[in-house]
């Protein structure tokens, strides 16, 4: 079993950065492929970035592109999400993600078999 705790969270201004941490525990995920997801009040859990076993591949949603970058350390099992220029509307508490039998990159919600606790991220204008 892989337990996932999510780190880094908190209130950040417009413009501003945050990174998150999703660190594994139970078992190495380094043949994993690792992912974020989103969820804001009132609204689905959405795909933020996936990366692929090894780090080579990365997948995004269309509205962070350019602004998160995911990377993950697997002799730390850990992922991270590098978020710069924070909008309000990137406001949500985030989830870490380790799908056990993929190794590439996907955005399907289901597919994933564990998850983090979550951690909040609150963007003010």
């Known amino acids: 079993q892989v337990q996932l705790a999510e780190s880094g969270g908190g209130s950040v201004q417009a413009g501003g950065s945050l990174r998150l941490s999703c660190a594994a525990s139970g078992r190495t995920v380094s043949n994993y492929a690792m992912a974020w997801f989103r969820q804001a009040p009132g609204k689905e859990r959405a795909f933020v970035a996936s990366i692929n076993y090894s780090g080579a591949n990365t997948l995004y949603t269309d509205s962070v592109k350019g602004r998160f970058a995911i990377s993950r350390d697997n002799a730390k099992n850990t992922a991270y999400l590098q978020m710069n220029s924070l909008k309000p509307e990137d406001t949500a508490v985030y989830y870490c993600?380790?799908?056990?039998?993929?190794?590439?990159?996907?955005?399907?919600?289901?597919?994933?078999?564990?998850w983090g606790q979550g951690t909040q991220v609150t963007v003010s204008s």
């Open positions: 993600a380790a799908d056990e039998d993929a190794k590439h990159t996907h955005s399907i919600n289901w597919k994933y078999d564990y």
